[in-house]
C-alpha cells in the first residue's frame, strides 16, 4: 500500500528534512507517525501526497511510483486519498453541506447525489444535524469531525491525518479518533501524524517514529479500545 | 431521508458560474475597475468606428469617384446650358452626363439633407445653380490632357466652376481611415492596459482564495476545474466592460442627437452621426471586451499553477 525504499528528502544542503527512510503500510492499516516536531512527519504526509518529491529513493502508493506521476494524473491520484489537518482547513463562508458539496462538485459527483452523500457521511460523524451550520458556529471538535466528513465523502483508500486532535481536548480527541477507527474497519488505510502518546497508547496501533529525519524504533501496540458494537459509520456504507 | 440543506448543489459549470458571478460581487469595487477600464478602451474605439463609418456612409451616399460636377451659373441661360452640353456631348470622355436642373438640384438636396431643410425654407429663392453631373470611365485627375479638357469646360460662357468630387471623396476616405486606425491603436493600447488590470484583479483575487484553492487540490481538482470561475470572472468583466460601452456609445449617440438642432449642428450630425454603429461591430466590441477579460485572466491563472513538487 505505502512503501519508502530509502528515501531522503533536502530543502538545501543544510537542511535535510529525512534521511534514508524506508518504511511501508499494508493495506487496511491503521499506522501511527510519531515523533518530535521537525522529525519529519509532515514531510512523509506531503511526499505521499506528491506535495513533494524525495531527493533520492522511491515512493510507491497503491502500486504507483510517485516520481513517475504525470502531473495531469495528481487529481485522480489524490481523489483517492482523504487529508485531514491540524487547522481543519474547512471554507468558513460555506456551511458544512457547502463544504461537502463544494468538494463532490469538484471531484465530479453529480450533484443529484450530493444530498444524500453529505447527509450520509456527517451522520456517521454524528453531524447531521448541523447541516446548515457555518464552520465558526462550530466547536472545534465539531469542525475536526466536518473535516473528516469531507476527507471520507470519496471513500478513499487511504486517509492520511496531520496532527487531526492537535487542537482538541481529549475528549474531542478521543471522539475524533473512534471516527478514524471505524474508517479503518470499514477498509480504508489510516496513517495519521501526531506527537501525542497518550493518544497513541490508548489507540493501540502500529507506530512509526522518527527522530531528526530518521526512522526510530518500530513499536506494535495492542489493539485497544476498538468499538465494541456496530457504529453509524458501518451503516453509513450500506447506504 | 432527505437532507435540509439551503442551496441546490451544483454541478462544475454551474460552480464555475456561481463562483465567478458571486466573487463579481463580492469584489465589486475591483471589478468594476476592471470593467471600467474595459468599457474606457471600448468605447475610445467605438467612438473612432462610429464616426469613420458615418463618414464612410456618407462618403458612399454621394459617391463621386469617378465624377465632376459642372456648375452653371444661377442665371445661366438656356442658351448658355445647350453650349455647356454640346462641349461635353463633343468630347467622347464627358459624354456620359445628367443635366440637374435648379429645380431638381433643390429637391437633390432637401433628400439628402433632411436636417438642413428647415434653413432653405427661410430662403426667399432657390439657392442652387444648374448643372452637369459627368460620369467618367476612370480617375483621371493627374492626367494632363484631362486636366486641359477641364481647363476649357472652365471657359465655356455660363461655366461657373468645375468640381472634381473625387479629390474631396478621397481624401474623406483618407480621413475615415486615419481616424479608425487612430481608434484601433488607441483603442487597443487602452484594452491591453484593461487586460492587465483584469489580470491584477484576477491575481488579487486568487490570492484571496488561495486557502481554497490549496483544499481544492488536495481533495483532487483538476487545474481546470480549480482555474476555470477566475478565467470566468475576467471573460465576465471583460463582457461587462464591452456592453457597457455599447451602452455608454448609444447614450453618446442618442446625446448627440437630442443637442443637434440648430443648423450647424445639424450638418455635424449629417456627416458624423447619422447612424449608430452597425450591429456586428457592436457585438465585435463586446467580444473584445471578452477576448481581453480572457487574455487578462489568462495570464494570471497561467501564474497559479500548483508548486513544482520540490
Same mark, same amino acid.
Given at each position: 500500500m505505502i512503501d519508502f525504499y530509502h528515501v531522503t528528502k533536502r530543502f538545501?544542503?543544510? $537542511?535535510? !528534512? +529525512?534521511?534514508?527512510v524506508s518504511l511501508h503500510a499494508d493495506k487496511g492499516e491503521f499506522v501511527f507517525l510519531t515523533g &518530535? $516536531?521537525? !522529525?519529519?512527519k509532515s514531510t512523509i504526509l506531503k511526499l505521499i501526497l506528491r506535495q513533494l518529491l524525495p531527493t533520492e529513493g522511491q515512493i510507491v502508493v497503491n502500486g504507483r511510483n510517485l516520481a513517475t506521476l504525470k502531473r495531469s494524473q495528481l487529481p485522480m491520484f489524490r481523489r483517492e486519498i482523504g487529508m485531514v489537518f491540524q487547522d481543519f482547513k474547512l471554507i468558513e463562508r460555506m456551511t458544512v453541506f457547502e463544504n461537502l458539496s463544494f468538494v463532490m462538485t469538484v471531484l465530479g459527483v453529480p450533484p443529484r447525489d450530493h444530498k444524500k452523500k453529505a447527509y450520509a457521511v456527517l451522520r456517521a460523524v454524528n453531524l447531521h444535524h448541523r447541516l446548515n451550520a457555518y464552520p465558526p458556529q462550530l466547536s472545534g471538535g465539531e469542525q475536526q469531525r466536518v473535516a473528516i466528513a469531507r476527507a471520507l465523502i470519496n471513500d478513499p483508500f487511504l486517509i492520511i491525518a496531520d496532527e487531526p486532535t492537535g487542537n482538541l481536548d481529549p475528549d474531542l480527541s478521543a471522539d475524533v479518533m473512534q471516527i478514524f477507527i471505524e474508517a479503518n474497519l470499514r477498509g480504508s488505510t489510516v496513517l495519521l501524524a501526531t506527537h501525542d502518546r497518550e493518544l497513541i497508547r490508548r489507540t493501540g496501533r502500529r507506530v512509526i517514529y522518527l527522530e531528526k529525519g530518521r526512522l526510530g524504533e518500530e513499536r506494535a501496540q495492542q489493539p485497544a479500545e476498538l468499538p465494541e458494537t456496530p457504529s453509524t459509520f458501518m451503516q453509513w456504507g450500506s447506504l | 431521508m432527505t437532507a435540509d440543506s439551503g442551496e441546490r448543489p451544483l454541478g462544475v459549470f454551474g460552480y464555475f458560474v456561481h463562483e465567478a458571478v458571486r466573487r463579481l460581487w463580492v469584489y465589486k469595487r475591483t471589478s468594476m475597475v476592471a470593467i471600467g477600464m474595459i468599457a474606457i478602451a471600448l468605447m475610445t474605439l467605438g467612438s473612432f468606428l462610429l464616426i469613420s463609418e458615418n463618414l464612410n456612409r456618407a462618403v458612399d451616399r454621394w459617391q463621386g469617384q469617378s465624377q465632376i460636377t459642372v456648375f452653371l451659373t444661377r442665371d445661366a441661360t438656356p442658351a448658355q446650358i445647350d453650349a455647356a452640353r454640346s462641349f461635353l456631348t463633343r468630347e467622347p470622355e464627358l459624354s456620359k452626363f445628367t443635366f440637374v436642373s435648379r429645380e431638381a438640384a433643390y429637391a437633390k438636396f432637401r433628400k439628402h439633407f433632411t436636417q438642413l431643410a428647415p434653413v432653405l425654407d427661410d430662403l426667399d429663392q432657390n439657392p442652387f445653380p444648374p448643372s452637369f453631373e459627368v460620369q467618367l470611365d476612370e480617375v483621371k485627375v493627374n492626367d494632363p490632357p484631362f486636366a486641359k479638357l477641364v481647363a476649357g469646360l472652365r471657359r465655356v460662357d455660363g461655366v461657373d466652376d468645375v468640381q472634381l468630387d473625387w479629390q474631396w471623396v478621397s481624401r474623406l476616405r483618407r480621413i475615415a481611415s486615419v481616424l479608425s486606425l487612430v481608434g484601433l491603436i488607441a483603442g487597443g493600447v487602452l484594452a491591453v492596459a484593461a487586460a492587465f488590470t483584469i489580470a491584477n484583479v484576477i491575481r488579487l483575487t486568487m490570492f484571496l482564495y488561495r486557502e481554497e484553492i490549496d483544499i481544492m487540490r488536495l481533495v483532487g481538482a483538476t487545474e481546470a476545474t480549480i482555474r476555470g470561475p477566475f478565467l470566468l470572472e475576467g471573460i465576465f468583466q471583460g463582457m461587462c466592460g464591452g456592453v457597457l460601452a455599447v451602452a455608454l456609445l448609444y447614450g453618446l449617440f442618442r446625446g448627440v442627437h437630442a443637442l443637434a438642432t440648430g443648423p450647424a449642428s445639424a450638418l455635424l450630425w449629417e456627416f +458624423?452621426? $447619422?447612424?449608430?454603429? &452597425?450591429w456586428p461591430t457592436a457585438l465585435a466590441l463586446i467580444g473584445g471586451g471578452v477576448a481581453a477579460g480572457f487574455f487578462g485572466s489568462w495570464i494570471s491563472v497561467r501564474e497559479a499553477r500548483e508548486e513544482k513538487a520540490g
Open positions: 538545501d544542503r543544510y $537542511s535535510v !528534512a +529525512l534521511q534514508d &518530535p $516536531s521537525g !522529525a519529519g | +458624423l452621426f $447619422s447612424e449608430f454603429i &452597425p
